[in-house]
Every structure is written in C-alpha cells, then in structure tokens.
C-alpha cells in the first residue's frame, strides 16, 4: 500500500514526505513545480520507497495517467492533498488562480479517487476560510464562514466538495486548517520576504502596512506531528482541526524586529498604512485550538519560538543559496 502526496515539492509537502517515509511508507509525490522544487525533494528522492511525478492537477487526463498506474503498482491507501496556490495576492489579481490551483487539483482529486476506489484523503485547508472575524474565536463550529480572499473562498469550496463526496464515495476525511507555518525549506512567507529584502538593502526594511497585524504561528515539525496525531487519534469520518500554537501569536512588528536583528542589525524599519499588507490579508484573529487539545495533543513551541527558530532556520538557507 502507498501514500499519495499533492504538492510533495512545496514546503509542507517535502516535510511531510519525509516524516511518511521515516514511518516506512511508501510515498507517492505530484507536483506541478510552480511554486515547489525539485531542490526541496533532495532528502527523499534517492529513497527506494518514494517516487515523484512532475504533473499539472488541474489537467485531469494527466492527471488520471500518473495516478492510475502509481495505483496499479501499489494500491494506493490515501491521499494527502496539498497542492494549491500559496500566492495570496496573485489570486486577488486573477482569481482564475485560485480556481485553477486550489480547488479544481481538489476536484479533480475527488473524482479520480471515486473513479480508483480510494476512500481516504487528508486535505490542507487555512484559517483563510474563517474571514476577517475581528476578534471573535475562530473554532471549527463557527458560521456562515465569509472568507475575504480568493484563496479562503476556493479552500472553503474545497471543504464542500469533500463534505459531499463523503455520501458518496470516501471513506474518511481529515481537514487541516492551518494557521501560519513557518520553517523550512521556506519558499514564501513574511519571514522569508522580510530576510531576502535585508540582503537586498541592509540600511531599511520596507514592511507593507504599520506592524500591528498579528497572527498565531507554527512551526512546520509542530504541524506535521499535529497532522499525524489526528490521522491516528480522530474518532469523526470528517474530521475538522484548526491546527495552531493555542496562544495569541505575534505581531508583524515582533517579526520584522527579530529578523532586522538576526540579519542586519543596524537597520532601520519603514512601516506603511494600515493594518493590512495586502488585499485579502486578514490583520488579527483570535484561532481556537482548544478542540485538537482535547483530543491530547500540544504544540512543542510557541508562536514566538516557532518564528525565533525559523528565522534561524532561514537566515542560513538564504546564506547558503
């Protein structure tokens, strides 16, 4: 039996790759390379039991060929689908994006797993579903969700088309909604954005909006024992999670201070207007964890540790590039 992972060449995917293969299953991984990299897979390709597909899956006949025949070779026990567009703000700009790379790889998904007989499938969602609820508890009860991006809308959407397949087909679902992860192999991200623009000009970090947007955090080792200890201990067959810290997180000024301080000591910031970075962007929310708590599992790290470690962690991999 084989695991099947979308999005394996992104930064969550190779993490979890790697953990999958650390268990002793045998990986699966598909990747349209967009926004992922082969680099991000160095860990896991030369691994007998991992095999990569590079394929676009939103083209369903390609995508249908490569997973026919990893079925045929090893049947294939679930699917863990991550592949999406991470790119808020280009979704804003054409949200043929978000329709393209976020919902229909999860459509496309469904129908093939109804077609093949695979029953089960964990899917990345966001706290991007919930909106800009202000301060008001974010917990998986919570709605109607009004999400404020294309990207949340397109997750949400996401989340309806396996509610539904679940009468029809699957077998089990697990929904992850994610807070924000950080760590690395880093690929986008403020933390990753804020580094390289101090390395451009290590006078003056520019920071889109005044700093006081602030957000939980997690880092990426915290989130894949989370996504684990759900598959194994989560008694629902549609099982919802927010994953997070449990604590109030950090701000953008938290963050931009502690990396000018890691890279560029001497650097002066530049805030902007507003408590926004960008359209889409939700400023504050307060993201209940306490129902995966219940269920006996605790982060590692906080929020202001996980950042501290990952600006750690991607300090070197951009001194290394």
């Given amino acids: 039996m084989s695991v099947v992972i979308t999005g394996v060449a992104g930064f969550i995917g190779c993490n979890l790759a790697a953990a999958l293969l650390e268990r002793g299953d045998e990986v699966v991984g598909f990747d349209n390379l967009s926004l ?27 995508y249908r060929g490569v997973l026919r025949a990893a079925h045929a070779r ?36 469904l129908v093939l797993m109804q077609e093949l007989g695979i029953g089960n499938l964990a899917f990345a969602s966001s706290s991007a579903v919930y909106g ?11 709605g109607p969700l009004f999400p404020i991006s294309n990207y949340g809308a397109m997750k949400l959407a996401s989340e309806a088309a396996i ?33 390289r623009k101090l390395k451009a000009d290590p006078k003056t970090l520019r920071v889109l909006g005044d700093g006081t947007q602030q957000k939980g955090y997690l880092h990426v080792g915290d989130l894949l024992d989370a996504m684990l200890y759900i598959r194994q201990h989560a008694p629902e067959k549609l099982a919802y999670y927010n994953i997070g810290a449990g604590d109030e997180g950090v701000s953008v000024r938290h ?5 000018v301080a890691a890279v560029a ?51 070197r991999q951009e001194s290394a590039a």
Wanted: glycine share 6%; proline share 6%.
């Fill in 163 to 195: 509610s539904a397949a679940l009468e029809s087909h699957l077998q089990r679902a697990l929904v992850f909604r994610f807070p924000k992860v950080v760590g690395v192999p880093a690929t986008h991200g403020v933390i990753l954005d804020f580094v």
């Fill in 74 to 109: 090893s049947p294939i026990a679930e699917i863990w689908h991550l592949a999406a567009s991470s790119d808020i703000p280009a979704g804003v700009a054409d949200p043929r994006v978000d329709l393209r790379d976020t919902f229909m790889t999860t459509f496309n998904t």
């Fill in 132 to 142: 800009d609820r202000g301060e008001r508890s974010l917990t998986e009860d919570l």
């Fill in 265 to 315: 000591p001497r650097a002066a910031i530049a805030y902007g207007q507003g408590n926004k970075g960008w359209v889409g962007d939700v400023p504050r929310f307060s993201y209940s964890t306490a129902k995966l708590a219940k269920l006996g599992w605790a982060p590692a790290l906080s929020s202001t540790e996980a950042v501290a470690k990952a600006v750690r962690e991607i300090v």
């Fill in 36 to 62: 992922g990299s082969r680099r991000n897979l160095e860990r896991v390709l030369a691994q007998p039991r991992f095999s990569f597909h590079a394929v676009g899956l939103e083209d369903l006949d390609a």
């Fill in 255 to 259: 963050i931009a201070q502690t990396v």
